[in-house]
């Protein structure tokens, strides 16, 4: 059974840091790509950063533009772990963060059920 379960969210003032985790089980880990989205109410859910699938070179990173330099995204492959580190939050941060693992040849998409993220003073 494939399961994603985040943690770390709540409440930040801002300027404040918080580190979310997603804890994986149920699939090989290492072979998917992975990413957070979020998703503020009245808008569409979005990228926020995402990590390659572990490869002889190492990971690749990318991140949106809103979060660059103050986000990182990382992974633990031996822990079936996905981490993103946020510094320097924002209101405009507040949200649901989603992790989501997927294999695009193979298409599969999973998601975790989502951690709430509330910058404010």
């Known amino acids: 059974q494939v399961q994603l379960v985040e943690s770390g969210g709540g409440l930040v003032q801002p300027g404040g840091s918080l580190r979310l985790s997603c804890a994986c089980s149920?699939?090989?880990?290492?072979?998917?790509?992975m990413s957070w989205y979020r998703q503020a109410p009245g808008k569409e859910r979005e990228l926020v950063a995402v990590?390659?699938?572990?490869?002889?070179?190492?990971?690749?990173?990318n991140y949106a533009d809103s979060v660059k330099g103050r986000f990182t995204i990382v992974r633990d492959n031996d822990k079936n772990t996905v981490f993103l580190q946020m510094n320097s939050l924002k209101p405009e941060d507040t949200a649901v963060y989603f992790c989501?693992?997927?294999?695009?040849?193979?298409?599969?998409?999973?998601w975790g059920q989502g951690t709430q993220v509330t910058v404010s003073s």
């Open positions: 149920g699939f090989t880990f290492r072979t998917y790509a």
């Open positions: 990590i390659s699938s572990a490869g002889s070179v190492g990971a690749i990173t």
């Open positions: 989501n693992a997927r294999r695009i040849a193979y298409g599969e998409d999973y």
